[in-house]
């Protein structure tokens, strides 16, 4: 039992060293973060699935209409939603009856109408009936006008810089996908580009702001020079139309964004050069739960996704389990030394518990409390460091809370994270479904007043 303990130990310290030394300037590749910024410009189709998002649309809306990129346009994709969404689309963009033939290359539910917005010509509204988020997207593709597809959350919004970062990096015909930055919504400043504030958001927003900026600059940082980066994050996602197309499109699933990811690792996957990266310098800002309900239907969902992927992509992992750096990452670090480790750790501590003393096994768990918290302390430490690289920083009179926010996370969430991770590991196999995250209504664009 020792030696499994040990084992482990060296597995859980081992990845996230890695991502931790990976992630730095030193480890870029040749190529990464340059690119000549181009005078013509790519068509890009926006995608925004929509159900029930009468509280943020307007959010949305406003922000698409004040982008400065000139060839795009937006689908705001209504996935009969039993709320008011329809009804604000239409208040909001001034709709008329439109007409266009979709490719009629991917299945989804009947769409009802297809609107066009009178007082935005490039804002289109589709309405169907409800078939979930990825037959929205699917429908949404269907629709499209253009080569390169922009997968959004109704509560994303997008920097104006972040479609001229994609028009330029897309000019490599190799890149087929990529991430874009995602930023808490909660965080953002009048300086969107620079500055992210935790004065206006309770400790829930703060700590999932600590976590977002160590998964993207630093584990997806990490793994896209890996090229294994096995999430592109439904919040901001960047396609090539026909890659999506020759991956199938999306499935129906709890996780539409790891599904879509993998699916075209799997289409790639005997085309050399070909590659989805990821795009710090693409910034978008996306809500996050404000209460520990909302919050664990999410990171259910999440994890029931990861479960759902890993089943299903089962014969591509096993066929490139060594051969694609994917196939190791997802199932040697995320599902071996990341979820079945969370299981094994638990039931060694409880059974060791209960049979033997806690004497006999006091020095390793001092050992791995000091690890934790030391290990903890510099990724939180590495991943502000990180932020700061890519631009982005919090004011100086915010360091308490910063402080404050790292020791959280340290003593209370990773804990409450790993809980999440057990039971919706375990939750995947009784119930497939996934219960909608709240959205707060709460008007961003003057980033005035408390925010949560």
């Not at 597995?11 to 480890?27: A, T």
Request: overall charge positive; some cysteine.
């Amino acid at each position: 039992m020792t030696i499994l303990l040990v084992i482990l130990f060296c597995l859980c310290i081992f990845f996230p060293s890695l991502h931790l030394l990976h992630c730095l300037p030193w480890f870029r590749d040749q190529d990464e973060g340059k690119r000549t910024r181009l005078e013509k410009k790519k068509g890009i189709s926006i995608l925004v699935p929509c159900y029930n998002e009468q509280d943020i649309v307007e959010t949305s809306i406003n922000s698409m209409k004040s982008l400065s990129y000139s060839e795009f346009e937006v689908i705001y994709v209504n996935d009969g939603s039993t709320d008011q969404t329809l009804s604000s689309l239409h208040q909001l963009l001034d709709l008329q009856p439109y007409s266009t033939s979709p490719l009629k290359k991917l299945s989804h539910k009947k769409v009802n109408s297809l609107y066009r917005s009178k007082l935005y010509p490039h804002i289109f509204v589709l309405d169907k009936e409800n078939g979930g988020k990825a037959d929205a997207l699917n429908a949404g593709i269907e629709f499209s006008n253009k080569d390169l597809i922009v997968t959004l959350d109704a509560d994303t919004i997008l920097t104006d810089e972040a479609l001229s970062v994609v028009n330029d990096t897309f000019e490599d015909k190799d890149i087929v996908a990529a991430g874009g930055m995602v930023h808490v919504l909660q965080t953002k400043t009048s300086k969107p580009l620079h500055y992210l504030s935790l004065l206006r958001t309770n400790m829930l927003v703060r700590v999932q702001t600590l976590d977002f900026l160590k998964a993207f600059y630093i584990n997806k940082v990490s793994l896209a020079r890996f090229r294994s980066l096995a999430v592109i994050s439904g919040a901001f996602g960047i396609f090539r139309k026909e890659a999506l197309l020759n991956a199938g499109g999306y499935r129906k699933t709890i996780g539409e964004d790891i599904d879509i990811t993998l699916s075209i690792h799997r289409y790639i996957s005997k085309q050399k050069n070909k590659k989805i990266i990821f795009l710090p310098e693409a910034v978008g800002y996306t809500e996050l739960p404000e209460t520990w309900k909302d919050l664990f239907k999410q990171r259910v969902r999440w994890q029931k996704a990861f479960i759902d992927c890993l089943f299903h992509f089962r014969s591509f992992f096993g066929k490139t389990l060594i051969s694609k750096a994917v196939s190791f990452f997802y199932v040697v670090e995320s599902f071996l030394a990341g979820t079945m480790a969370a299981y094994i750790t638990s039931f060694i501590v409880i059974i060791n518990a209960v049979i033997n003393p806690p004497s006999s096994y006091a020095f390793f768990i001092l050992f791995y409390a000091s690890y934790i918290f030391f290990f903890s302390l510099a990724y939180n430490l590495m991943a502000v460091r990180m932020g700061k690289y890519y631009g982005f920083t919090f004011y100086k009179k915010e360091k308490i809370y910063l402080l404050l926010t790292i020791f959280f996370d340290i003593f209370v969430y990773r804990f409450v994270t790993m809980y999440f991770v057990l039971y919706g590991s375990v939750a995947y196999f009784f119930n497939k479904d996934w219960n909608k995250v709240d959205r707060t209504g709460r008007n961003y664009q003057d980033n005035i007043g408390p925010a949560a």
